[in-house]
């Protein structure tokens, strides 16, 4: 049966909430336990888990959009059932839920009055914490364990306790910064939502007559309830205990344990460990009270963590530089994200005999005035075969494929900021100095960022060279809506066999990828194949 999610109250003070990512889409299979999305609140981004199993058959808030406590954030269910009923009883619902809000106004006038009155008789900097909901079903919820004790100083995004909902147990931070001066619960005790939690303000503050005061949130009728019976929770006998909590978190061992034996995880990192059969009680934690955190189920390595059992001290610091995108960073993301999951590439590997190309290039620079790389010499040789296999040098389009009887080649340049394609025009019809020079004059411009856009359009092909590196073969992805691009790796010298014997010999590794809905293997193969005649002997592009 279809259960409808609500945006959870994920904080004390939190009225609505905004999805920042959605880790499940429609359709996706939904584990109890697993994480749904990230809520940013009024204060953090937090996880938020599923406490039903089945599909995700509906999402009523999407990424970046903002909803209240308590309104549709989705809907878990069997996989196919319809869920029109609940969707359309849902915005019956919204309405009458919003005509009843404005008849509640003057209901509920004189309980405001009386919530701003204990506002503000809190001394300066205090801050009641109450029972948060933590979950959309939840009615009350259990202290299972308090990582800080009165005392205590509280950072803003502390975890203050662990929270048991009527679902899961879930860590509670703190929106607030100060000393803790009261609990309201003891380990093991429970409590509605909105109830005393705990006080937290300046140190030595008295708070006895606000935790004396309060009343639980909710109807006048339910105050004057809470009113009329004496609240245990705030005898002397109980401040006393709040004082001295019975567990606190181990910082003697390198195991994150308490003394009753309980293992301080967040609850994704516990899902992670189970998921990898890690016994946590051999992860030594790096968080907060030595609490076991995502990273440490990540960096877990079992043989260390036995051998630094009670020897574990965090030690460094965490820190981090952050760079701004640039727009050509956003753009080349963008272009390679859409290429790389909308084009099925694959992906063919040769390795060419450069002995020739070798020879042939120093005989070509000993000409005065003239020096080609063996890049200039791939890019000629490429353009001459793509004239001959027009299907490599086609692009792809939504309602049509383009073969190219012209051939202008993309030659990849890395730039600080990324990567650039300046265009070399009918590459086929220049000589090799001119493809050298045009080359030389776009990485000049590249580097000093000159480059026009009209310079970076129009390629049918693309090659990219990472063999001044040393790097010997590569893959790279499709510069859309080319069909292909080809990866240049470094000549090697290394034992091959000729005639029959093994001899030392120079190499190079050529790898291209392929768009499978323009170029088939076989059609890829033979331009290789044409390449390869024109690369193992340059003479014959001079032919």
């Known amino acids: 049966m279809a259960e409808i999610i609500n945006m959870p109250r994920l ?38 888990e599923s406490f039903h199993e089945g599909t995700l058959l509906h999402i009523g808030v999407q990424e970046g959009e903002t909803t209240k406590v308590d309104e549709l954030l989705a809907i878990i269910g069997d996989e196919g059932e319809d869920i029109s009923g609940l969707l359309n009883g849902k915005a019956t619902e919204t309405k009458s839920q919003d005509k009843e809000e404005k008849e509640e106004t003057t209901v509920t006038s004189n309980e ?35 990582l800080k004790k009165v005392g205590d100083t509280v950072e803003e995004g502390d ?32 409590a509605k939502v909105d109830a005393l939690l705990a006080v937290i303000g300046p140190a030595g503050t008295d708070v006895s007559n606000v935790v004396k005061n309060f009343k639980v949130g909710g109807s006048a009728s339910e105050s004057k309830k809470e009113e009329a019976k ?21 910082t003697s061992s390198s195991v994150s344990t308490s003394s009753s034996g309980r293992v301080f995880v967040s609850p994704l990192a516990k899902k992670m460990a189970e998921e990898r059969g890690i016994n946590l009680s051999q992860v030594a934690g790096s968080g907060e009270n030595g609490r076991i955190v995502k990273r440490d189920i990540e960096n877990y390595n079992p043989a260390a963590s036995v051998a630094s059992v009670g020897k574990f001290v965090p030690t460094g610091q965490e820190d981090f530089d952050e760079v701004k995108h640039s727009q050509m960073r956003k753009v080349i993301a963008k272009r390679l994200a859409e290429s790389k999951f909308s084009a099925p590439h694959y992906y063919l590997n040769v390795e060419f005999d450069m002995e020739n190309a070798m020879a042939f ?12 790389s063996f890049n200039d010499i791939v890019i000629k040789a490429c353009a001459m075969a793509l004239k001959q296999h027009p299907q490599v040098n086609s692009q792809w389009y939504d309602d049509r494929m383009q073969l190219n009887n012209h051939v202008h080649i993309g030659v990849a340049v890395a730039v ?3 990567l650039v394609v300046p265009v070399v025009r009918f590459a086929n019809e220049q000589s090799l100095p001119q493809i050298g020079a045009a080359v030389k004059d776009y990485a000049g411009k590249a580097r000093n960022k000159k480059l026009t856009p009209q310079e970076m359009e129009g390629s049918t092909f693309t090659i990219s ?54 170029v088939d293997g076989a059609t890829g193969a033979e331009f290789l194949l044409t390449l390869k005649g024109y690369i193992e002997n340059p003479i014959t592009m001079l032919v």
């Open 112 to 146: 405001s009055v009386e919530s701003k009155e204990e506002s503000e008789d809190l001394p300066e900097g205090v801050t009641v914490v109450t029972m948060p909901r933590l979950s959309d079903t939840m009615e009350e919820g259990t202290v299972a364990t308090w």
């Open 465 to 518: 060279n990472l063999g001044m590196f040393g790097i010997e073969s590569f893959t790279s992805i499709i510069n859309q809506p080319n069909s292909a691009i080809l990866s240049v790796g470094a000549i090697v010298e290394k034992p091959v066999v000729k005639n029959g014997k093994i001899v030392v010999g120079h190499t190079m590794k050529l790898t291209m990828a392929c768009d499978h809905r323009t």
């Open 361 to 372: 290039r120093q005989q070509y620079n000993s000409i005065p005035d003239t020096k080609i």
């Open 230 to 250: 004496p609240e245990p929770k705030s005898t002397p006998k109980k401040e006393e205990k709040a004082e001295t909590p019975k567990v606190e978190a181990s």
């Open 416 to 418: 600080p900021d990324g």
């Open 159 to 190: 975890i203050l306790a662990e929270i048991e909902t009527d679902k899961a147990t879930m860590e509670f931070e703190s929106f607030q910064s100060g000393t803790l001066l009261h609990v309201g619960l003891q380990e093991g005790e429970s």
């Open 11 to 48: 904080s004390d003070t939190m009225e609505e909430g905004t999805v920042a990512t959605w880790l499940k889409k429609v359709g996706d299979k939904v584990e109890e336990g697993d994480i749904l999305a990230e809520i940013e609140t009024d204060k953090a981004t937090m996880e938020f």
